[in-house]
């Protein structure tokens, strides 16, 4: 038996191994009338009995025939599975579709698949397919689910093979599998502005003027499609082909989700624990600053960027913000607690230019660790900072931080050195913080103005 799509079929090798492997094959049922044709032949030779004896072989080589003749039958099976999706959001469904096809020119006998799952993932699904005829196809599909994100390994697929009679079942196993990737929950957010922001948002992106005179034009080679009126003649002649003014040079506006990763931030675990929503809420920022038009990073405690590719780090636009996305993504999907005890890395990482808008997902915060946090907020045009309350995460409440407490007092270092910090209790929307957020910098700004006023 021969397989395709996900994989070739592990054949058993040698003579002997093939006839053990027949042998181990053999149902209760084949087991059973192997003994009673045993049993049958002895008492016939003890006795004399003849006819017994006809009796007992013919008990006896029916299932030992069953066997060689499922053994011996070579099908030619390939096999196919597609995941709908191949990303999901953690608590949502997706679907499993196989496909066999036989591809030999021999009716196969009843099939029965069975395809290994991780058991975060729901059973495993078995299926019964009835007679497939030469270059019959049959499709069966099958849905899992997991609240936990991660990546999980679906396949391979076994194929068990059983005679008419029921004597003997043998199991095939293909080589391949593929890879289910659980993402985080993604929470829709508003589309506000965060006011007093000094790098713009959204619809105000930048555009910096690339032809300012005559020397300064910036040329690029001609591409089909593009106005023959901006042909720069002069190019075209010192470069020997089309070159066109590049007449305006988009700047997308940039945004820093920053998530603290460490062990000693956070306490409990599981699909409700205070680090699973950090992870949510920076996959929900992330996507929503992408939806807004923004070239985004994520960075971690640590001092990594995703994607991390280019003299910046930032997704790169067009095509290019589709793949970063998803390798963003999938990164979250699998990101676990850090060993560091320090925000250092990620303000080296961040010191290193004025970054746009910073975002940042925190743990719990020491006086060291808050003053670091404090000294981002000088090279990002605008900085939102949720703090997860350890009180009310340990407790199970959400109970409001008493004044003057380490939790508020870290949250006033943070506002007072420019940051919009919001405190996040146990079961808080993302959402509503969100707009909290850009409220509060709305209001930030209106003081500053009449200040100045």
């Known amino acids: 038996m021969s397989a395709g799509g996900t994989g070739q079929a592990e ?188 790098k713009g948002y959204g619809d105000g992106r930048q555009r910096s003027l690339a032809l300012a005179g005559e020397d300064d034009v910036i040329p690029r080679g001609y591409r089909y499609g593009d106005d023959l009126r901006r042909v720069h003649w002069r190019s075209t002649a ?53 939806e807004r038009g923004f070239s985004v990073r994520l960075l971690t405690d640590g001092g990594s960027a995703v994607p991390g590719e280019g003299g910046d780090g930032f997704a790169g636009s067009g095509p290019e913000t589709a793949d970063a996305a998803g390798l963003m993504m999938d990164t979250l999907a699998v990101i676990d607690h850090s060993d560091g005890t320090g925000l250092s890395r990620a303000y080296d990482v961040l010191r290193g230019g004025n970054e746009g808008l910073l975002v940042a997902f925190l743990g719990d915060l020491d006086e060291e660790q808050a003053t670091t946090v404090a000294k981002m907020s000088r090279r990002s045009g605008g900085a939102v900072a949720f703090v997860l309350d350890p009180d009310t995460w340990v407790r199970e409440t959400t109970d409001v931080p008493r004044p003057g407490d380490r939790h508020t007092e870290r949250l006033r270092l943070l506002r007072e050195a420019g940051w919009t910090a919001l405190s996040v209790p146990r079961g808080a929307s993302l959402n509503a913080l969100w707009q909290q957020a850009d409220r509060e910098r709305s209001g930030l700004a209106a003081v500053s103005g009449e200040a100045m006023g």
């Open 11 to 198: 054949p058993d090798r040698g003579e002997a191994g093939g006839v053990r492997t027949a042998l181990a094959g053999l149902t209760t049922r084949g087991r059973s009338f192997l003994a009673a044709g045993i049993a049958a032949a002895i008492c016939a030779y003890v006795l004399g009995q003849s006819d017994l004896l006809r009796v007992g072989l013919l008990l006896a080589v029916l299932p030992l025939l069953c066997a060689t003749v499922l053994y011996r039958t070579r099908y030619r099976v390939a096999a196919t599975r597609r995941l709908a999706p191949a990303r999901v959001p953690a608590g949502s469904e997706a679907r499993v579709h196989l496909r066999m096809d036989n591809v030999s020119r021999l009716p196969t006998g009843l099939l029965m698949l069975q395809d290994r799952v991780p058991y975060v993932l729901g059973p495993r699904p078995r299926f019964v397919l009835d007679r497939v005829e030469p270059g019959g196809r049959r499709e069966v599909s099958y849905r899992v689910r997991s609240d936990l994100r991660g990546r999980y390994p679906l396949g391979p697929l076994q194929l068990r093979l059983t005679d008419p009679f029921g004597m003997c079942e043998l199991t095939r196993s293909f080589s391949a599998f593929d890879t289910l990737t659980v993402i985080p929950r993604v929470e829709p957010l508003a589309p506000v502005r965060f006011s007093g922001e000094a």
């Open 238 to 290: 010192r470069y020997g082909e089309l070159m066109v003014r590049r007449e305006e040079q988009p700047r997308r506006s940039r945004c820093t989700v920053l998530l603290d990763t460490r062990g000693g931030a956070y306490e409990g675990a599981g699909p409700d624990s205070a680090f699973e929503w950090a992870v949510s809420g920076a996959a929900s920022a992330l996507v929503h600053m992408l």
